[in-house]
């Protein structure tokens, strides 16, 4: 598999970005909106191959000591390839130095466990509705 990572997203497909992120169980909003949050962010990471997107990810950052990473998917036919490592190893580099925490869905603490990742003791949120806020609650 030869893979293109870029973190340019001027010739990105936003749809295909938030078809993903649905189609992956991840919080999915409309595709302008999820170029908004990617051309915000610190960094950006797109991984083609034949210039099809097979997996993306963002960092956002102080550029400093802090970072946490955001919105890393893959599309299911290209799991278990390497692309989210790619993505992941793209991102780490750009905020390397910082602390980092990461959003990661459940279910992928073994994934982000290899590239060096703890789960945390400590850590609240608040989210903007509160179904996404009870899908993730993990005490009661």
């Not at 550029?63 to 390839?81: L, R, T």
């Amino acid at each position: 598999m030869a893979l293109e990572v870029s973190t340019d997203s001027s010739n990105v497909d936003w749809r295909s970005v938030a078809d993903t992120l649905k189609e992956v169980g991840m919080a999915s909003y409309g595709a302008d909106v999820h170029r908004r949050a990617f051309e915000s962010s610190h960094i950006a990471v797109f991984v083609y191959e034949d210039s099809q997107l097979l997996g993306f990810g963002r960092a956002t950052s102080d550029g400093e000591y802090q970072a946490a990473v955001y919105d890393v998917a893959v599309i299911p036919e290209a799991q278990g390839k390497g692309v989210g490592k790619r993505v992941m190893q793209t991102l780490l580099e750009y905020v390397s130095g910082c602390n980092i925490i990461l959003y990661a869905a459940p279910g992928m603490e073994e994934f982000y466990g290899k590239l060096g990742f703890s789960p945390m003791t400590t850590g609240m949120a608040l989210f903007n509705t509160p179904a996404a806020m009870k899908k993730f609650t993990v005490c009661e």
